[in-house]
């Protein structure tokens, strides 16, 4: 069985239907990538997927469970986390903070310790910062602990987006577009993460626009356009899928999806 | 000295250094007065920089906890004879449980719509204790009978200078406890972001509940000491034009800061001390000072400072 499986899922903003009737299925240890062109309903599906947005119809199920509509921190304590397309970064917290606030879940949360500073919360503060400082050098923003969200530069910001939902040990990773802005060199960082994330037994959920990340790291892609599925498959069957090149990769995308695959 | 100045019990140090220096550099009781004022007022005022710097919610009502406070240890030993302590704490019990109640329906407003409606409440508060002159004198207010701890009757500029600071230390280490510690840091996350705050896991709604809660205590026991203080206590204290002098305080001090929450309730109690000499300029003055420290340091008194020596040392 799927750790996350997704039913007919579908939701309307005054009428236009941005996600219509969406079904997929990711696994533990896989990259399951979605892609489309911009306005297709990918953003919004991970809305739904996370509870940000209520679905108007169909069903969500996590590790076996339902859970369709549940609030997103709901959905946290059974171990989905993802990061956002457009930053939602604590910006007047370092980036130390910002992983540790990840750690939300794990930590105590007795209010009386916190207020009197009980050995226990202490204790609790120190774990919390070494498993971000872990964190923050795996991104590799090491030298960024100390640094306010907002000075640091954007490319950075996405991987400190990626850290704090490391930090909550999910067992489904939604990505929504890690390497748009990022320079080939960071578009190469962020490959080999998304990879050893899958390895060690995280299923990933993956939007992005750079067909050679897509290609080389997913292990199944889906293509949406519209808000419906157009095509889902294998990389190899994706990239050759003369719908999909029409919609969406074009000559050019196609020459690169092919290119990665080589 | 870097690794000195952000330990988390730096700022109430330093609080508590300024309240010891101070007792000996103030020349009479009518200074220890006043600085009792401000120890009093700054009290209330990191309870509401923890609502409002910290996890950016605004209360315009934060009065009505004041005043409330201020009233129990006015009403309860009057009518049940009730030690003045102990009525103190009941105030700050009743505070915590209305904020309870009435935090969760309000606290799902934002910005503009969250102002109205805890405007409204402060005024509700007022109202009630306007009102119920049989209970608390009506808008003449009500006398304060006089502490009494261990046979010893609680009295003096001095005595209440040292009581009132030692409160306001305590409050203010237990600020800083809260807001270094995973609640904190959960407030200031949903600040900045309420999405990412409850994807991480945080029930953003339990949480504003929480700082309300905290808020409305460090309101009642400050307005349960300036009533122990003055041995009166008024319908001001519960009215909306406190409520804003509460804010302003914040706000000039620095969000956020609780050594600024200090600032800023030293500047709005002393300022308008020192300029009673300019008679009917008084007011005037007063605001033309707030307009311009807004706009010289707008991000309060000691955040702007400090990013200013920050810059200076680079
Ligand atoms: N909250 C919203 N209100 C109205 N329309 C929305 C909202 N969210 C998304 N949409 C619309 O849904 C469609 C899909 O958008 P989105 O999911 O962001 O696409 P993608 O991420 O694939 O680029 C777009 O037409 C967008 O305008
Ligand atoms: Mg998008």
Redesign the interface.
């Known amino acids: 069985m799927s750790i996350l499986s997704v039913q007919d899922i579908g939701i309307a903003f005054g009428g236009v239907r941005a996600v219509d009737n969406v079904s997929f299925s990711a696994e533990t240890g896989q990259v399951f990538s979605i892609i489309g062109p911009n306005g297709a309903g990918k953003t919004t599906l991970f809305n739904l997927v996370?509870?940000?947005y209520q679905p108007k119809s169909g069903q969500v199920r996590l590790d076996g469970e339902a859970v369709t509509a549940l609030?997103?921190?709901r959905l946290?304590?059974r171990g989905l986390?993802?990061t956002?397309q457009n930053l939602?970064?604590?910006?007047?917290?370092t980036a130390r903070?910002n992983v540790?606030?990840?750690?939300?879940?794990k930590?105590?949360?007795g209010?009386l310790?916190?207020?009197?500073?009980l050995p226990s919360?202490l204790r609790?503060?120190r774990e919390?910062a070494e498993i971000a400082d872990t964190l923050l050098s795996r991104v590799g923003l090491a030298d960024y602990a100390d640094t306010l969200a907002s000075s640091m530069p954007y490319g950075a910001l996405k991987r400190l987006e990626i850290a704090?939902?490391l930090a909550?040990e999910p067992k489904v990773l939604l990505l929504d577009e890690p390497a748009a802005g990022c320079n080939p060199v960071e578009t190469e960082e962020i490959e080999k993460l998304i990879r050893t994330i899958a390895d060690d037994g995280v299923a990933v959920v993956l939007v992005e626009h750079d067909m050679k990340l897509v290609m080389r790291s997913s292990d199944r892609v889906l293509v949406l356009d519209q808000g419906r599925v157009l095509a889902e498959g294998k990389g190899a069957e994706i990239r050759s899928n003369p719908k999909v090149i029409e919609a969406y990769l074009g000559t050019h995308g196609t020459r690169e999806a092919n290119l990665a695959l080589n | 000295m870097q690794a000195l100045f952000s330990h988390?019990l730096a700022v109430p140090l330093v609080i508590a250094a300024l309240v010891v220096a101070l007792s000996f550099a103030l020349p009479s009781s009518f200074y220890l007065r006043v600085a009792a004022l401000v120890w009093i007022s700054a009290l209330a005022v990191i309870g509401l920089n923890l609502l409002m710097g910290y996890a950016g919610q605004v209360s315009l009502g934060h009065a009505g906890f004041f005043g409330l406070g201020a009233y129990a240890v006015a009403v309860l030993p009057a009518q049940f004879s009730l030690h003045p302590l102990l009525a103190a704490l009941a105030g700050a019990l009743v505070c915590g449980l209305i904020a309870f109640a009435v935090g969760r329906p309000i606290l799902k407003l934002k910005g503009h719509y969250l102002a109205v409606a805890t405007l409204g409440f402060g005024i509700l508060i007022a109202m009630a204790i306007s009102n119920e002159s049989w209970l608390t004198g009506g808008p003449d207010g009500m006398p304060v009978s006089r502490m009494t701890l261990f046979g010893w009757r609680v009295r003096g500029a001095e005595t209440w200078y040292w009581i009132t600071g030692g409160l306001l230390v305590v409050g203010a280490w237990?600020a800083v406890?809260?807001v270094?510690?995973?609640?904190?840091?959960?407030l200031?996350?949903l600040?900045?972001?309420e999405?990412?705050?409850?994807?991480?896991?945080?029930?953003?709604a339990r949480y504003k509940v929480?700082v309300f809660v905290?808020s409305a205590v460090y309101a009642s026991v400050a307005g349960s000491s300036l009533a122990l203080v003055n041995g009166f206590v008024t319908p001001e204290t519960a009215n909306f034009l406190h409520s804003i002098e509460l804010v302003t305080m914040v706000v000039v001090g620095g969000m956020?800061s609780i050594l600024g929450s200090v600032a800023g309730a030293a500047i709005l109690v002393v300022l308008p001390q020192l300029l009673t000499t300019f008679h009917e300029y008084e007011h005037m003055l007063l605001g033309l000072m707030m307009m311009v420290i807004m706009i010289v340091l707008r991000s309060g008194i000691v955040p702007s400072l400090a990013a200013l020596f920050q810059r200076r040392r680079k």
Do not use: C, K, W, Y
């Open positions: 996370s509870g940000v609030e997103p921190n946290a304590e986390s993802r956002f939602q970064v604590f910006f007047r917290m903070e540790m606030v990840g750690r939300h879940l930590e105590s949360r209010l310790a916190h207020l009197l500073a919360t609790q503060n919390s704090r939902a909550a | 988390r237990i406890n809260l270094a510690s995973p609640t904190g840091r959960a200031r996350a600040h900045d972001s999405v990412a705050a409850r994807v991480a896991g945080i029930d953003v929480r905290i956020g």
